[in-house]
């Protein structure tokens, strides 16, 4: 029997690949045609937003007084928090659940957190308020505590009470602002160098990078350098009794995705420990690797510290989560799919009772392709199945560096007015379980 001609075998791959590549390239595109929502997310942008459950914030705006004092804050919680198999809970066994949001920029290349030259703080904690949210993350770069500049006065044109601050004092004022409301915040070590997160630079990639060459690393930083950055920014906190806890590191990562989780979990441990004996009423909260969407070392080697129920894990899930494996992106997953994924990387230690997990990033835009819309859906019919605790990125409107539009905030250009979609009502669904 005679083979086929060498030129024949060539066409006929090329023809496999070309049929190949262009179904890839049809389901992509799929993907990215425009979504319409649904009547009831129709409804809910036309209607006020619902007032803020009062009973889900650890103080409330209401005040009591009495002969001996002036009038307080009333607490909701009996504090400090402290985790009870899958909830965080006060010191009665209430659950407190985590209905937060992330307020960006100290992080990046300006050093302090967005829209400071929109609104004065106090402003912009009311509107996290105003939406619900009971908590907030806020990220921060280790440049920034290490170089802690003057912030420009162009950047606080609304707070003219901290011009000539430091980027640390603004930081501080802006927690303040939000624990003035009653909102809970967590720190957040974002990235070592001050820039948008999270890329391929291996100096950004976990929290001490001193293996790689001196020249590499535009800041260079050891553990204990990682360390000792927490606890400068967590001693200028430890008395604000709303500093609830600490987000020790931003989508550990590794060198596209190598890093093991018995590293990371050791060197959770070490700084968690360090911090405790600042204040021994911390969280202390350990992501995922793999950038913060795999959970499941916790499994066989959880995170133990030196004082008990004090650690919270947080995964992040976008719609690009799930790269590399076969079922693809969470973008592309069907519901089954996408729910099997979540109980292998985390949703065991929630489903099993063993572990709080805080569902610390995770956001779409406000007009999403299919792709992402499906992506949201699933996460939220997740997330509502089993009263997640989460934490949306992001409250900003604009990102830091050039003012580009952030497609993912919850508020318009005014930090003021927000952003009625799909989002908000299926977040405002999620905060209210419980307290119906």
Same mark, same amino acid.
């Given at each position: ?48 937003l ?8 650890l103080?409330?705006?209401t ?46 290349e300006l050093?302090?957190?967005g ?15 105003r ?11 280790d ?9 420009l006065p162009?950047l ?35 990235i ?39 606890e ?13 806890g ?15 989780w ?7 441990e ?29 499994r066989t ?5 030196? *004082? &008990? !129920?004090?650690? /919270?894990?947080?995964?992040?899930? #976008? ?6 494996? =076969?079922?693809g ?19 065991y ?34 997330l ?26 919850? *508020? &318009? !250009?005014?930090? /003021?007015?927000?952003v009625?979609? #799909? ?6 669904? =999620? ?6």
């Amino acid at each position: 029997m005679s083979r086929p001609p060498p030129m024949f075998l060539t066409l006929l791959s090329i023809l496999i690949l070309g049929t190949y590549f262009f179904h890839l390239w049809r389901a992509e595109a799929a993907l990215a045609i425009p979504w319409t929502p649904s009547p009831d997310a129709r409804l809910f942008s036309q209607r006020p937003l619902p007032a803020p459950i009062e009973a889900s914030f650890l103080s409330s705006s209401t005040t009591t007084a009495s002969k001996e004092t002036e009038s307080q804050p009333l607490s909701n919680y009996a504090l400090p928090l402290k985790t009870q198999g899958r909830n965080i809970v006060d010191q009665n066994g209430k659950r407190f659940k985590l209905s937060s949001v992330n307020w960006y920029g100290a992080s990046d290349e300006l050093f302090i957190p967005g829209g400071l030259d929109i609104q004065h703080r106090k402003a912009i904690a009311k509107t996290i308020k105003r939406l619900g949210f009971n908590s907030v993350r806020m990220p921060y770069s280790d440049e920034m505590v290490v170089k802690n500049p003057t912030i420009l006065p162009h950047l606080l044109a609304k707070n003219p009470d901290l011009m000539e601050k430091r980027a640390l004092d603004v930081f501080v004022a802006c927690v303040e602002a939000l624990t003035e409301e009653g909102i809970a915040v967590i720190v957040n070590d974002h990235i070592t160098t001050a820039t948008w997160c999270c890329g391929a630079d291996p100096c950004d990639a976990s929290w001490s990078n001193d293996w790689l060459p001196g020249v590499v690393c535009k800041v260079r930083q050891t553990e204990e350098d990682w360390i000792r950055n927490w606890e400068t920014v967590m001693g200028r906190l430890a008395g604000n009794e709303l500093v609830i806890g600490a987000d020790l590191r931003n989508e550990v990562r590794g060198v596209w995705g190598t890093m093991p989780w018995d590293r990371w979990a050791s060197a959770a441990e070490k700084a968690g420990n360090r911090l405790l004996k600042m204040k021994k009423e911390w969280l202390i909260i350990v992501g995922g690797t793999e950038s913060g969407n795999d959970l499941r070392g916790a499994r066989t080697r959880p995170v133990r510290l030196e *004082v &008990e !129920d004090r650690v /919270v894990y947080s995964a992040h899930v #976008y719609s690009w989560s799930g790269w590399g494996s =076969l079922e693809g992106r969470y973008s592309k997953r069907t519901y089954p799919s996408f729910v099997a994924s979540m109980r292998s990387n985390w949703g065991y230690l929630v489903e099993g009772d063993v572990a709080p997990v805080w569902i610390g990033e995770f956001g779409a835009p406000s007009e999403p392709g299919r792709g992402d819309a499906n992506y949201w859906e699933n996460l939220m019919r997740y997330l509502k199945s089993i009263d997640a605790d989460f934490g949306y990125w992001a409250i900003n409107p604009r990102k830091p560096k050039d003012d580009e539009k952030e497609t993912y905030c919850l *508020v &318009e !250009d005014d930090w /003021v007015t927000p952003v009625l979609d #799909y989002r908000m009502k299926d977040m405002t669904e =999620l905060m209210r379980i419980g307290h119906e």
